[in-house]
């Protein structure tokens, strides 16, 4: 049994598509068939079933998927104990993120990556603070960015201040909005996951806030408010953007400013892994 091997199966089972482990791997849909064929008769049992939608586990796939994760986690912990430097580090980091690409230099990381740690790829997902933390501590993310205070169990980096504000859409009556109570009743496209925004705004315009829906990706909450249904708070850079293509409205009845934090477990601190990419997010932010 090979190790690629392994890295093929499991990257088919977290996909469910042999074009999309590929392009994980870096390498072709036929060379990923061809590793999860040979796995199969070398353990003389289907681990795959294939249909027009894609590949799903077998009852023994599933139960062979934790095991082969466990061998390939303890292959590159092997490997990152030997590393002699930050260079020869291997593994993927998995990245919670709560802002656009550009505005946390997700390139530039990439490409520092490539040049410093080239043994190292990032898995990059897109949400919530509240919902970041959480899989943090799960251990599904190994660190992301964060809006608000450092939870104890966790270290973290300032990396900037951000500017917190309320858009509207175009046809939303402003002169009516003298006070921080009139908006409590107006419909609200909230951010879910534990946000600290949303405990934010619940303080400020009390429990009962009306929502029509939930959503943690800014461009789909800034896409709702711009189609008319409902007022939310966004980043006031992106905001005054919106604002300058006649998109929506800014209110800054309830503006604040938070702190962004690079945040990583305390009881994984000194993993290989975490800690290239916490002096790598350092040398970014220039920390």
Request: net charge negative.
């Amino acid at each position: 049994m090979e190790f690629y091997h392994l890295r093929s199966f499991v990257a088919v089972a977290q996909t469910g598509n042999l074009t999309q482990a590929a392009k994980r791997l870096y390498t072709t849909p036929p060379a990923i068939s061809a590793h999860i064929k040979t796995l199969e008769e070398e353990l003389s049992t289907p681990l795959f079933i294939r249909s027009s939608k894609g590949m799903s586990l077998t009852d023994k796939g599933k139960l062979l998927l934790s095991k082969a994760q466990i061998t390939l986690d303890s292959a590159v912990d092997l490997v990152n104990l030997a590393a002699d430097n930050q260079h020869e580090i291997m593994g993927t980091f998995h990245l919670g993120i709560n802002l656009t690409a550009e505005q946390l230099k997700l390139t530039e990381l990439a490409k520092n990556l490539q040049e410093n740690c080239p043994g190292i790829s990032l898995d990059i997902h897109q949400q919530s603070t509240g919902k970041t933390i959480d899989e943090i501590r799960d251990q599904q993310l190994c660190g992301g960015y964060i809006f608000g205070d450092v939870p104890e169990d966790f270290i973290g980096v300032a990396i900037m201040e951000q500017t917190i504000t309320t858009v509207a859409p175009l046809a939303f009556d402003c002169s009516k909005i003298l006070t921080e109570s009139d908006l409590r009743h107006h419909q609200w496209i909230m951010m879910g996951d534990y946000c600290p925004f949303d405990c934010f705004l619940k303080n400020k315009l009390e429990n009962d806030i009306p929502s029509v829906m939930k959503t943690s990706d800014d461009g789909t909450r800034l896409e709702l408010v711009k189609n008319g249904l409902g007022l939310s708070l966004l980043e006031k850079e992106e905001a005054i953007l919106a604002e300058k293509n006649k998109q929506v409205k800014i209110l800054p009845l309830l503006d604040f400013t938070t702190t962004l934090h690079f945040v990583i477990a305390k009881n994984r601190v000194n993993e290989p892994l975490i800690k290239a990419l916490m002096q790598e997010i350092k040398i970014l932010w220039c920390l």
